[in-house]
């Protein structure tokens, strides 16, 4: 399990470091830490001066030594090395919202754009070339075909950033940058914004990335590549390592992704577990920026199917989970009987004949000293080659497949129970990944015949007409923290997902293999967000002047409903639902909200009235003034925890602007959940619009009993509908 997990992770799938590990100092007890110091009021030279004296008092001489970063341009705060005694009176300094230690984040299409029902003719605004999507990642692979300039101009003319290191931008990529604070490189590592590892490719490509025509891995799932936003335009942010994305170093990339004037920001990296929002380098980056009217969309991380598990918990930035799309690749294996059972893998290779198919634990190298218990788990050396030479081996466990390779196999069926099934990719050999059951149903055959084969198929496309589902790997709610607030946001397609990869990154761990390949199919929530952030790019490229939450609210509207088979997890799993990216671009109304409601929310949360002065930078309002504007935060969607056998009765103020029809009348329309004792009322219940722009409110109450034997999650929803458009929030009540 443990050697298993490990391959997925590094299989660029995601990175996953360990999450406890502050970076040590070599030489003394020091560690790298953020001292985040909210909005910043002061010019770089001012800031940066401010930083050193702090850092002085704290430390005395040796300040300068210790001093890793400086954010000075879009938020205000600096990193640095500091010991447990530092920190503490750091923590006490005027001025300071937070200090924590600098931990790791883990990084967590063609057929995907047209089964969202996006296809390569919708009508594109010409200002399409004037948007900058931000990527905050393992850096871009320029030379890719996804991102050549040809036929761009150059740069629009707010675009303030700048090409750095031994790399050089063009038309398409304007702009890249590369952040290490504790300039710790590893071999592989190319010291610029260059990518050796195809995360940062991969994501970039499937947001913007150019139409890239007979794209395909190995000759599977051809078809063209393309980013939501074709003709959009890429800046580059490299601050995941192959050591992993450390807080010090996203922070740098938030600061700088502002600066330079980005229009989208898209994250697919997070925290290992969800933290206070002030000591999350997301959290607190995706909210200066969007103080700079910049959306940030992120993954919402690979550790479901568990609940609470999502780490991006904060109400300004957009959430997304990652769900399967309607074809699936499978690989099938046909047995000497003539059954056929249909694996999991990213498999290129043709088998031409049937093989002899042994079972691994009755294949042990003895003289080496395993015995079959371990050698059926196909272990590096416990195969005796003399048996699996020429054959195909079933092996009771899953792992990269070396082993076997080595031990002169020409094919393996691995057997993988984990919640992590759809993240099975590339091998170097024939592999077919198959559920426990099945496994079982090939080893009876393996026993019931002297001369069994098998033969391992190529991995083809299939349509898989049932609804989307979520992967069992996307990180699911409640929300830790926040728990008025629903995360995942949305869902959109994260599975098997083909776009651009660099010649230099591997598709397997496996030493010496040098397969070179231009583009790569992988999974996760890594590879959701980025079509979030594409489609909220495209909704930019109609809508210039709407705000952060306005794209948000729009995209999380229209979403498709959506159900899971079991009903535990529910909108925890997906959010609003999956992704519909051409009624996202016309949702109707919005719910709006603006920098002010945020901060409100954050005093509703708790926070003192000295750090919102901080975070938001202006000292003339108090908590309590603010919360005296604000109640609730406009969200769009509404969450009620509930104890069981207790009478809940809530009500939520909410607020649409009409962006659809300047005449128009909404209906309230409640899809009451199926519980006896639940009631939701609206009031009032049609909205009369006069012109575009126009807010009106309108109150939802939810009056509840859930019995001992409900289910601990029923939804119902709100769906205000003019004939049109209809705006959908879904209304959770759940027993946390
Ligand atoms: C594309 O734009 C044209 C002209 O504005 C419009 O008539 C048509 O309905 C649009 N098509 C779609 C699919 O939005
Ligand atoms: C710059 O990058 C090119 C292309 O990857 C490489 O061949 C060259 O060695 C690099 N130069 C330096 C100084 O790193
Ligand atoms: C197989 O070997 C392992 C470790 O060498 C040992 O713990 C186990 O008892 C052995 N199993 C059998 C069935 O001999
Ligand atoms: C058994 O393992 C040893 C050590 O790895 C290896 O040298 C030997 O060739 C193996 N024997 C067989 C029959 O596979
Ligand atoms: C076993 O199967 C192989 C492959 O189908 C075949 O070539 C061979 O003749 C069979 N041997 C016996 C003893 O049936
Ligand atoms: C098709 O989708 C269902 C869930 O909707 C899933 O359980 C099943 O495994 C999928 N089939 C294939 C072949 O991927
Ligand atoms: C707010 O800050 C400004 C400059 O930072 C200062 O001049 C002003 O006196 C402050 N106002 C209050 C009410 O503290
Ligand atoms: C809801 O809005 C109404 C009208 O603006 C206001 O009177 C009421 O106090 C608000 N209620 C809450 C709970 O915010």
């Given at each position: ?27 003394d ?28 008092q ?122 290490k ?42 078809g063209t ?6 003709r ?30 980005v ?33 940030t ?26 769900g ?17 059972i ?41 195969l ?35 919640p ?41 496309d299939?349509?898989?007409a049932s ?16 728990r ?12 098997k ?59 999380m ?171 959908r ?8």
């Amino acid at each position: 399990m443990k050697n298993h997990l490990s391959f997925i992770y590094s299989c660029c799938v995601l990175l996953l470091l360990s999450a406890s590990s502050i970076q040590a100092d070599p030489d003394d007890n020091r560690n790298v830490y953020v001292v985040y110091m909210g909005h910043n009021t002061q010019d770089h030279t001012s800031a940066s001066s401010l930083h050193l004296s702090m850092l002085k008092q704290v430390i005395g001489r040796d300040a300068e030594k210790h001093l890793l970063q400086r954010y000075t341009k879009s938020f205000h705060g600096f990193s640095a090395r500091l010991t447990e005694e530092e920190v503490k009176v750091f923590k006490g300094m005027n001025g300071v919202v937070s200090v924590f230690p600098s931990r790791n984040n883990k990084l967590a299409t063609t057929s995907s754009w047209d089964f969202l029902g996006f296809p390569l003719t919708v009508n594109r605004s010409t200002t399409e070339s004037d948007i900058i999507i931000g990527v905050i990642d393992t850096g871009i692979w320029p030379e890719s075909p996804s991102f050549t300039d040809m036929g761009y101009g150059p740069p629009p003319p707010k675009w303030k950033g700048i090409c750095e290191g031994n790399f050089s931008c063009n038309n398409k990529i304007i702009g890249a940058r590369y952040f290490k604070a504790d300039g710790r490189y590893d071999p592989q590592d190319f010291q610029s914004p260059r990518d050796s590892d195809g995360h940062g490719t991969h994501t970039a490509s499937t947001a913007a990335g150019n139409i890239v025509r007979n794209a395909n891995l190995l000759g599977l799932h051809t078809g063209t590549a393309r980013g939501g936003v074709p003709r959009a335009r890429i800046s580059v942010y490299k601050a995941c390592w192959t050591n992993g994305c450390q807080d010090a170093d996203v922070l740098s990339a938030f600061d700088a992704a502002i600066a330079d004037g980005v229009d989208i920001i898209t994250v697919s990296a997070g925290a290992a577990f969800a933290r206070e929002i002030f000591q999350d380098s997301s959290s607190i980056g995706a909210f200066h920026a969007m103080k700079n009217g910049i959306l940030t969309v992120q993954s919402a991380s690979n550790n479901g199917p568990s609940p609470q598990t999502t780490s991006s918990i904060a109400p300004w930035v957009l959430s997304v989970a990652a769900g399967s799309k309607n074809t699936d690749l499978i690989t099938p294996v046909r047995l000497g009987n003539g059954l056929v059972i249909n694996g999991f893998s990213t498999n290129p290779f043709e088998l031409d004949k049937m093989y002899h198919l042994i079972y691994a634990g009755d294949a042990p190298n003895i003289t080496a000293g395993f015995n079959s218990s371990r050698s059926r788990l196909c272990i590096k050396d416990s195969l005796d080659k003399n048996l699996v030479k020429g054959k195909i081996v079933l092996c009771d466990g899953s792992n990269n497949g070396e082993s076997v390779m080595l031990a002169g196999a020409v094919g393996c069926i691995m057997t993988y129970a984990g919640p992590f099934f759809e993240l099975m990719n590339s091998y170097t050999f024939p592999v077919s990944v198959v559920k426990p059951d099945q496994a079982k149903s090939i080893a009876r055959y393996i026993r019931s015949t002297r001369n069994a084969t098998a033969v391992i198929m190529k991995s083809e496309d299939v349509k898989n007409a049932s609804a989307p589902y979520v992967a069992s790997f996307s990180s699911r709610g409640p929300n830790p923290i926040h728990r008025s607030i629903l995360k995942p946001d949305l869902t959109a397609p994260g599975v098997k997902i083909l776009a651009a990869w660099p010649p230099v990154a591997p598709i397997t761990q496996v030493e010496g293999d040098s397969r070179v390949v231009p583009f790569n199919m992988i999974s996760g929530t890594s590879m959701a967000c980025p079509h979030v952030s594409g489609i909220a790019a495209y909704i930019k490229t109609f809508n210039p002047s709407w705000s952060p939450a306005a794209i948000k609210s729009a995209l999380m509207t229209t979403a498709s409903p959506m159900s899971t088979l079991v009903n535990s997890d529910a909108e925890f799993a997906y959010g609003a639902g999956y992704l519909n990216p051409l009624k996202a671009v016309r949702p109707g109304l919005v719910y709006d909200a603006g920098e002010i409601d945020y901060v409100s929310f954050l005093c509703q949360e708790g926070y003192s009235t000295e750090d919102i002065i901080s975070i938001f930078g202006d000292n003339t309002s108090s908590c309590s003034q603010l919360m005296e504007q604000t109640k609730v935060l406009n969200y769009p969607t509404f969450v009620i925890p509930a104890l069981r056998s207790q009478p809940i009765r809530v009500s939520f103020n909410r607020t649409v602007t009409n962006v659809g029809s300047a005449t128009s009348t909404y209906r309230a329309m409640i899809t009451q959940p199926h519980v006896s004792g639940l009631q939701i009322v609206v009031e009032p219940d049609v909205l009369q619009f006069k012109e575009i722009g126009q807010k009106l409110s309108f109150k939802l109450s939810v009056q509840a009993i859930l019995r001992v034997l409900d289910e601990p999650i029923v939804s119902g929803a709100l769906t205000w509908d003019d004939g049109v458009h209809q705006v959908r929030s879904p209304i959770v009540v759940h027993v946390p």
